[in-house]
T-cell receptor, first 115, second 115 residues
Framework: AQKITQTQPGMFVQEKEAVTLDCTYD???????LFWYKQPSSGEMIFLIY??????QNATEGRYSLNFQKARKSANLVISASQLGDSAMYFC????????????FGKGTTLSVSS | NAGVTQTPKFQVLKTGQSMTLQCAQD?????MSWYRQDPGMGLRLIHY???????DQGEVPNGYNVSRSTTEDFPLRLLSAAPSQTSVYFC??????????????FGQGTRLTVV
């Protein structure tokens, strides 16, 4: 079974609109961390935001927020006020168990922002 | 700070050739890992290391070897290249957080083509 599931291969949004990228995860551990990365067409991996399983509040970083619903095992990324530069591939990832374990990625969602 | 440095950026190999992808980090991170990225597959873990002298297999280890003789370096060796190993390879490092999960810092990637 997949540990990280991103069900949206592609998403389209207009500039200045908000967009939600879906991510569900599968773990039996109580302690885990969830991450989102952005990969623009240039190829580099850019860390966006982190949510720990014990964090009571949803993480926010500028225009990025993480809608963390623990009971549903979902960790959706919300991008507010989309910009053309947000067009990229977005990956959800998880570390589970101990802090030194591997980072496991989903298959990604391609976001296209139009003017 | 250079961060995570991968060399080469591009490489073309003939089937059956061997080569080593280099990865070095200057952040004194304990944890290093190699991923391959293929279209529609996300990033899949090949091998990882939690410290010098310690390595372990990830999801797709066949055809690859690693070693970790120093904290800084984590080379990936392709023993006998096959067309199925055509991919983009990423090296990543992270520190092992005390009480929290930490993000991975990625190199710029190596685009490998096996003909």
């Amino acid at each position: 079974a997949q540990k990280i599931t991103q069900t949206q291969p592609g998403m389209f949004v207009q500039e200045k609109e908000a967009v939600t990228l879906d991510c569900t995860y599968d773990t039996s551990d109580q302690s885990y961390g969830l991450f989102w990365y952005k990969q623009p067409s240039s190829g580099e991996m850019i860390f966006l935001i982190y949510q720990g399983s014990y964090d009571e509040q949803n993480a926010t970083e500028g225009r990025y927020s993480l809608n963390f619903q623990k009971a549903r095992k979902s960790a959706n990324l919300v991008i507010s006020a989309s910009q053309l530069g947000d067009s990229a591939m977005y990956f959800c990832a998880m570390r589970e168990g101990l802090p030194g374990t591997a980072l496991i990625f989903g298959k990604g969602t391609t976001l296209s922002v139009s003017s | 700070n250079a961060g995570v440095t991968q060399t080469p950026k591009f490489q073309v190999l003939k089937t059956g050739q061997s080569m080593t992808l280099q990865c070095a980090q200057d952040m004194n991170h304990e944890y290093m890992s190699w991923y391959r990225q293929d279209p529609g597959m996300g990033l899949r873990l090949i091998h990882y290391s939690v410290g010098a002298g310690i390595t372990d297999q990830g999801e797709v280890p066949n055809g690859y070897n690693v070693s970790r003789s120093t904290t800084e370096d984590f080379p990936l060796r392709l023993l006998s290249a096959a067309p199925s190993q055509t991919s983009v390879y990423f090296c990543a490092s992270s520190y092992i957080g005390r009480g929290r999960f930490t993000e991975a810092f990625f190199g710029q990637g190596t685009r490998l083509t096996v003909v």
